[in-house]
């Protein structure tokens, strides 16, 4: 069961927007957080300011796998397992750290697809020190030239924040970021945080399947024609290949470029608690029927609570 949800599907030039059931104005992104931290990356790939093959340690010195480059970790090839172990124990800058030693975190060879939170906390590290700000180089380059003022970190009005879950150590846990992980970082991360509306979604992608404003055509070309199992770059593909996300909390975004289309699904499938995977699978549902242009929205709406 869920509270309830909000989606906005465009094809074209046609919009249709439908809210059901208890809605908030911010939703918890949770992995979602990575398409837009992704695309910062990218913007400064365009900007020559980075290259994709460029091994990550040469902008985190302290990055001890000197082949791992930045198109392994926006595509996840780096081999790293899903998270940090000491992700419960450690804060900061410890688990900060810990993280980037890499050094008991490989799972799988190197060039393997293989989804980690890893990739995009040590991909976050690298616009920090580069721009000098993770909060802020997002801010400058992607929320304020698109006017998303209710997009950011650590939300300050947390009354109309979705709830995410009621946690046996955490408690309620509303306005504040779900994933451990990021929790543990201090609410702003390059996996996981960020809080958004489904009108400031809609501005960014208008934007990326309208302009060139926050991705140019040449870039959004190679997102949709990047395809090693299954993943592009800071997207997945589905089988018809559609570029898309989700996120633990409930959202899903997908877009087309090309086709000038998109949906955008907000909801808090994880409150109060996480048992919910019934959604999961109707989630699925709407990955595979936008993919084939034929949405039913209400496929969600049998599972709000009565």
């Known amino acids: ?72 970790a926006l595509m996840h ?37 293989l989804y980690s939170c890893l990739n995009f906390i040590i991909l976050g590290e690298l616009i920090k020190r580069i721009d000098g700000s993770l909060e802020g180089s997002l801010k400058n380059h992607i929320f304020r030239p698109l006017n998303m003022c209710d997009t ?18 955490r408690g309620l846990i509303k306005g504040v970021v779900h994933d451990s992980t990021a929790y543990n970082l201090g609410g702003i991360s390059g996996n996981a945080g960020l809080f958004s509306s489904l009108e400031d979604l809609e501005k960014l992608f208008d934007s990326l399947v309208e302009d060139e404003k926050i991705l140019t055509n040449k870039m959004k070309n190679k997102i949709q024609e990047t395809n090693v199992g299954g993943r592009s770059l800071a997207f997945n593909l589905s089988e018809e290949n559609e570029l898309y996300h989700t996120g633990f909390t409930g959202p899903l975004v997908m877009i087309n470029f090309s086709e000038v289309k ?45």
């Open 262 to 306: 998109y949906m955008i699904l907000l909801t808090n499938r994880t409150y109060p608690d996480r048992g919910n995977h019934e959604y999961l699978l109707k989630r699925e549902q709407l990955i595979e029927d936008f993919s084939k242009g034929v949405v039913d929205t209400k496929i969600l709406f049998d599972m709000i609570y009565p």
């Open 77 to 113: 090839r780096t081999g790293f397992k899903a998270s940090s172990s000491q992700r419960y124990v450690l804060k900061g800058q410890e688990l900060l750290a810990d993280i980037l030693s890499a050094s008991d975190l490989m799972v799988e060879h190197h060039g393997s697809v």
């Open 1 to 72: 069961m869920i509270e309830g949800y909000k989606v906005l599907i465009r094809q074209k030039d046609k919009k249709k927007t439908q809210s059901y059931g208890n809605t908030y104005n911010q939703y918890d992104l949770a992995s979602v957080t990575k398409v837009i931290v992704g695309i910062r990356v990218l913007q400064m790939i365009d900007a020559n300011i980075i290259d994709l093959n460029d091994p990550i340690y040469h902008y985190i010195p302290e990055f001890e796998n000197k082949k791992i480059t930045i198109v392994d």
């Open 152 to 169: 950011g970190f650590n939300p300050v009005k947390k009354s109309n924040t979705a709830p995410t879950e009621i946690h046996a150590t």
